[in-house]
């Protein structure tokens, strides 16, 4: 089925000079109150850094809500942008500035752990692909968490789980593989 | 930041958007020698769509200011090439218009360079041009730029490899799921049968939606060639359609 859908291509290795904003990795400005920061790198099956990358965060607000007119719980007032896009470094880093989401109700009854959905474009990839970011301090709402109970493998599911960085007060640790040994566990939206 | 009480965890329904099966290139495509080591090897797990994938960012006027649609008036003096008028609509698969939705593009310049540092192609940079543009769809989803008609490109592929002459664009949507960056061709552009990321779309006939159309009728006499390019990312499916093949 493709009907009259475009189909996608790579960013190549050019995305640079097109869609890095400069306030990009900040979805909130830093300073503000409650804000964290994820830190992270991208790297390929060989382990090597990915430089020419980009990742971007799409995630609910502190209280579990979109500014969105398909949420169905209505209208949220229209201060949290919710989206973050940060280009990768020489050295395959990235970081977002944010605040942590709120938990959601699944439209089956249950409750989804708090997370941001991921977006990975880069050179060699001809679609982008796409993960979630989870707290390691959620532990009890990632148990509960539908999409992470769908992961078989422990050590594949602790892949999408950021965990704190203990030199760094307010900082999260996500590394993201595209391939190889430690593979992260993409998902198909 | 106001806060809600959160809502009790009782069903409710959400717009869903069918997977497009078969219209993307496979992620592991031999032919463009980058995707070996980057190609995810485990397969995609599918997963329904909640909340944070039937929503997504509704990035407007805000991040736009109209001279972003104009990439050859953000210099001193003209760049140097072919100018011309790229315009469309983006749409959904049921037929809808996206309006307000944010495009962002970017391109070589005429002689096939980029502005970008790792582009070493011995090709003349020119001052007058970054090709870098932005815009926002009406509310009728149309988008219009005008720029430089891009050069094609030798690239590190294989023996003797160049790229058909693109226009990079990336498109939001509405929701997550809807979130697509592509490349637009030009007509007749006699490099498609030897480039493996165009040929990367498995279905011939999805390839062909990424070439534009050269158009009489926009173009401005004196001034500039136009070229028509529709965008059509996923739809809810609530009333599909089948575009005529011919318009594209």
Known sequence: MTGGLTPSQTVGPYLGIGLPWPDGPYVVAEGTPGAITIRGRLFDGAGDPVPDGLIETWQAGPDGRFDHPDDP????????????????????????????????????????APHLDVSVFARGLLNRVVTRIYFADEAQANAADPVLASIAGDERRAGLIATADPDADGTFRFDIHLQGEHETVFFDV | MTTHPPSPPTAFSLPSYPRPEGLHPPLDSPGYRSTALRAPHQPPLLIPQRLTEITGPLLGEGRVAPADADLTTQHAGEPLGERIIVTGRVLDSDGRPIPDTLLEIWQANAAGRYHHKVDQHPAPLDPNFTGVGRCVTDSEGRYRFIT??????????????????????????????????????????????????????PDPRARERLISQFSIDLTEPDWALAYTWDIVLRGTGATPFEPQDGAR
């Open chain 1, 73 to 112: 719980r209505g209208a949220v007032a229209k201060e949290f942008r919710g989206f973050g896009r940060c280009p990768t470094g020489p050295d395959g880093s990235y970081h977002i500035v944010t605040l942590r989401p709120g938990p959601l109700p699944s439209p089956d009854g249950g409750t989804e």
């Open chain 2, 148 to 201: 430089i008609k891009p050069g094609s490109y030798p690239w590190g592929n294989h023996y003797n490899a160049w790229r058909p002459a693109h226009i990079h664009f990336s498109m939001f949507g509405r929701a997550f799921t809807q979130r697509l960056v592509t490349q637009m061709y030009f007509p007749d552009d006699p490099l498609f049968p030897y480039d493996p990321i165009f040929n990367s779309i």
